[in-house]
């Protein structure tokens, strides 16, 4: 897997939000739902800091911080990496990151011995803070208001449905649509908008092509490509996102020309991610879209985190919106993340109705209702209900087989693999790293070879992708056994003298053949015999403790890639060399020492 594509997939919307700038923080920080989104994107520890600081006027002391998690007590564990360190450390990073802790330096002097020192405290952002109270209390919460407009909605349709009944129209039935919207019905409309992007991404036979503005997305985020763009690519040795920023100044294709869009190598991957990943991957293609269109970025990302954190099943006026949030309602109506059901019409000679009449429909499709559905609701939720995008187009498909595991592949030691499916997806999906041998009405049968593996793995799909798809959609049979093995095995050591509880822990459920999924990962390691690392190569330490105590620090928040203790030398990751020399201050300030921070060279 190339690193592009790793770096790639591994921008995330956390990554994308820790970009931002302090001055768009501020501004996205103004909405109680958006602190209430991001709250839950953060790891648990880093929750646990917020809601500790959330409602403390004064700063609190940084060391403070470290009596919040557990230490470890065990033995010689100061030279290997301790997992609580690391884990804070990247949650505080985190908080940084995103302008929620504010950090400040106090001059402090001893109450006995007089002297002064510095002494570092953290706060939370004063903005964030305020806002978060509010979504967390409910005083002012926008929810309020949004429940004052669906009352007032409510009343105006019942004062249209009072009226006195005209023969020649059907205003009484105006609303009844809105009626018939229940979750069923919008988790069809989703997933039916969804599954028919993702058809047309491995060129099965659609009903109806995406919109446009679909394919120009897919386009510019690089999942698929023009034939004449993979040229260009090729000539000028520029990605898939340069080169469709480049044909922008050229002029847009045509609707016509972008039918003809086929998949890439980052497509190929984006097949393999959960529905809730692949959401978000357009969604930030969607972002850096609109900030090119000079779209109001805290407008679209407040937009949507309010999806995140609306009712599922529950309509909404479009008038609360703002001018940029209606306009991308188009764009999310196409992904399937908001159904807007379409304006009434009427019946009969619109000549004989009445002026009051006509101002009640006027205004009826001014204070249309859009309806969020659980694609939009589960962006910032850690479960989301739906399975893989296989998955759930094998279950719609094939729902005569009613059990609680979908799963469908059986895979034998010798590396045959048949697959109980009908789904054109996942036969699309599995052609990537399986050599396909025949196909039935409900199954297709196959071999994983070194060949169809490697061609996975050079189109960007790893060994851990491969081996994680094989293992969600195994056959409940092949579970069965892998679970009464396992118990077995259990049963055995603790027979023994074993200890149960801890031999749960450590021992995993292999479901795949050992022999296939070590042969899987040996064929990635003949393509990835050499890897490469960015980061800084520290050297030239004055004593043997210098090197000691900052090398034992960088093992424990997992930073060390490589060292070498007889000459003194350690190689740590960019995002660890900030940290670690901020530790070497801290041992120089703690020492009341000169500052003689080790050489390190990018």
Same mark, same amino acid.
């Given at each position: 897997? +190339? +690193?592009?594509?790793?770096?790639?997939?591994?921008?995330?919307?956390?990554?994308?939000?820790?970009?931002?700038?302090?001055?768009?923080? =501020?501004?996205?920080?103004?909405?109680?739902?958006?602190? !209430?989104?991001?709250?839950?994107?953060?790891?648990?520890?880093?929750?646990?800091?917020?809601?500790t600081?959330?409602?403390?006027?004064?700063?609190?002391?940084?060391?403070?911080l470290?009596?919040?998690?557990?230490? +470890?007590?065990?033995?010689?564990?100061?030279?290997?990496?301790?997992?609580?360190?690391?884990?804070?450390?990247?949650?505080? *990073?985190r908080?940084?990151?995103?302008? =929620?802790?504010?950090?400040?330096?106090?001059?402090?002097?001893?109450p006995?011995?007089? /002297?002064?020192?510095?002494?570092?405290?953290?706060?939370?952002?004063?903005?964030?803070?305020?806002?978060?109270?509010?979504?967390?209390?409910?005083?002012?919460?926008?929810?309020?208001?949004?429940?004052?407009?669906?009352?007032?909605?409510?009343?105006?349709?019942?004062v249209?449905?009072?009226?006195?009944e005209d023969?020649?129209?059907?205003?009484?039935?105006?609303f009844?649509?809105?009626?018939?919207?229940?979750?069923?019905?919008?988790? *069809?409309?989703?997933l039916?908008?969804?599954?028919?992007?993702?058809?047309?991404?491995?060129?099965?036979?659609?009903?109806?092509?995406?919109?446009?503005?679909?394919?120009?997305?897919?386009?510019?985020?690089?999942?698929?490509?023009?034939?004449?763009?993979?040229?260009?690519?090729?000539?000028?040795?520029?990605?898939?996102?340069?080169?469709?920023?480049?044909?922008?100044?050229?002029?847009?294709?045509?609707?016509?020309?972008? /039918?003809?869009?086929?998949?890439?190598?980052?497509?190929?991957?984006?097949?393999?991610?959960?529905?809730?990943?692949?959401?978000?991957?357009?969604?930030?293609q969607?972002l850096?879209?609109?900030?090119? #269109?000079?779209?109001?970025?805290?407008?679209?990302?407040?937009?949507?985190?309010?999806?995140?954190?609306?009712?599922?099943?529950?309509?909404?006026?479009? *008038?609360?919106?703002?001018?940029?949030?209606?306009?991308?309602?188009?764009?999310?109506?196409?992904?399937?993340?908001?159904?807007?059901?379409?304006?009434?019409? #009427?019946?009969?000679?619109? +000549?004989?109705?009445?002026?009051?009449?006509?101002?009640?429909?006027?205004?009826?499709?001014?204070?249309?209702?859009?309806?969020?559905?659980?694609?939009a609701?589960?962006?910032?939720?850690?479960?989301?209900?739906?399975?893989?995008a296989?998955?759930?187009?094998?279950?719609?498909?094939?729902?005569a087989?009613d059990?609680?595991?979908n799963?469908?592949?059986?895979?034998?030691?010798?590396?045959?693999?048949?697959?109980?499916t009908?789904?054109?997806?996942?036969?699309?999906?599995?052609?990537?790293?399986?050599?396909?041998?025949?196909?039935?009405?409900?199954?297709?049968?196959?071999?994983?070879?070194?060949?169809?593996?490697?061609?996975?793995?050079?189109?960007?799909?790893?060994?851990?992708?491969i081996?994680?798809?094989?293992?969600?959609?195994?056959?409940?049979?092949?579970?069965?056994?892998?679970?009464?093995?396992?118990?077995?095995?259990?049963?055995?050591?603790?027979?023994?003298?074993?200890?149960?509880?801890?031999?749960?822990?450590?021992?995993? =459920?292999?479901? !795949?053949?050992?022999?296939?999924?070590?042969?899987?990962?040996?064929?990635?390691?003949? =393509?990835?015999?050499?890897?490469?690392?960015?980061?800084?190569?520290?050297k030239?330490?004055?004593?043997?403790?210098?090197?000691?105590?900052?090398?034992?620090?960088? %093992? %424990?928040?997992?930073?060390?890639?490589?060292?070498?203790?007889?000459?003194?030398?350690?190689?740590?990751?960019?995002?660890?060399?900030? /940290?670690?020399?901020?530790?070497?201050?801290?041992?120089?300030?703690?020492?009341?020492?000169?500052?003689?921070?080790?050489?390190?060279?990018?």
């Open positions: 897997m +190339s +690193s592009e594509n790793k770096q790639y997939f591994k921008t995330t919307i956390n990554e994308y939000l820790e970009s931002l700038p302090e001055s768009i923080h =501020l501004q996205l920080y103004r909405s109680p739902e958006t602190c !209430l989104a991001i709250f839950k994107l953060l790891p648990s520890l880093a929750k646990f800091y917020i809601m600081l959330i409602f403390q006027d004064t700063a609190v002391p940084y060391s403070d470290n009596r919040w998690i557990k230490q +470890s007590t065990e033995s010689g564990l100061a030279h290997h990496r301790n997992p609580n360190k690391m884990y804070q450390s990247d949650c505080l *990073k908080l940084k990151a995103l302008n =929620l802790l504010k950090e400040m330096r106090k001059q402090m002097t001893h006995q011995t007089g /002297q002064t020192t510095t002494l570092l405290f953290i706060q939370l952002n004063s903005v964030f803070k305020q806002s978060f109270r509010i979504g967390l209390t409910g005083t002012g919460d926008v929810e309020e208001d949004l429940a004052e407009e669906v009352e007032v909605q409510k009343k105006e349709e019942t249209i449905e009072n009226k006195p023969k020649s129209s059907s205003l009484k039935n105006l009844a649509e809105d009626n018939v919207i229940t979750i069923d019905f919008l988790d *069809k409309y989703c039916t908008k969804w599954e028919n992007i993702l058809h047309f991404m491995v060129g099965s036979e659609v009903r109806e092509f995406p919109s446009i503005g679909v394919l120009t997305l897919l386009r510019h985020s690089g999942l698929m490509e023009l034939g004449f763009d993979k040229k260009k690519r090729e000539r000028i040795g520029l990605t898939d996102v340069d080169v469709a920023d480049e044909d922008e100044n050229e002029g847009t294709p045509s609707f016509d020309t972008l /039918q003809k869009l086929i998949i890439t190598n980052d497509g190929f991957q984006f097949l393999l991610q959960d529905i809730n990943p692949q959401i978000w991957t357009l969604l930030l969607y850096k879209l609109a900030e090119n #269109l000079k779209m109001n970025p805290v407008d679209v990302l407040n937009f949507i985190f309010m999806l995140g954190s609306l009712e599922l099943g529950k309509g909404y006026p479009v *008038k609360m919106l703002s001018d940029t949030q209606a306009s991308m309602m188009e764009d999310l109506i196409d992904y399937g993340l908001i159904y807007y059901p379409p304006v009434p019409k #009427l019946e009969g000679d619109v +000549s004989l109705m009445t002026e009051d009449q006509l101002k009640a429909y006027e205004k009826s499709k001014i204070n249309r209702m859009f309806y969020p559905t659980r694609l609701t589960t962006l910032t939720s850690e479960n989301c209900n739906f399975k893989t296989s998955a759930v187009i094998s279950q719609e498909i094939n729902n087989r059990s609680g595991n799963g469908s592949l059986i895979i034998e030691t010798n590396f045959k693999l048949y697959c109980y009908s789904s054109p997806l996942q036969i699309a999906i599995l052609n990537l790293f399986v050599h396909l041998k025949t196909r039935f009405t409900n199954m297709v049968t196959g071999a994983i070879t070194r060949e169809s593996v490697r061609s996975a793995l050079l189109n960007g799909i790893t060994s851990t992708q081996i994680g798809y094989l293992e969600s959609h195994a056959h409940p049979g092949m579970v069965r056994l892998a679970e009464e093995k396992l118990a077995k095995k259990i049963e055995f050591e603790t027979s023994i003298g074993g200890d149960k509880a801890a031999l749960l822990e450590t021992r995993k =459920l292999e479901i !795949l053949p050992p022999t296939v999924v070590d042969q899987i990962k040996l064929w990635q390691l003949e =393509l990835d015999r050499i890897q490469s690392f960015k980061g800084y190569l520290y030239d330490f004055a004593t043997e403790m210098e090197f000691e105590k900052l090398c034992n620090y960088g %093992e %424990e928040i997992g930073v060390v890639l490589w060292k070498d203790k007889l000459r003194r030398k350690f190689f740590v990751d960019q995002d660890g060399n900030a /940290q670690i020399i901020e530790y070497a201050n801290r041992i120089l300030r703690k020492g009341n020492q000169q500052r003689a921070v080790p050489q390190s060279s990018g």
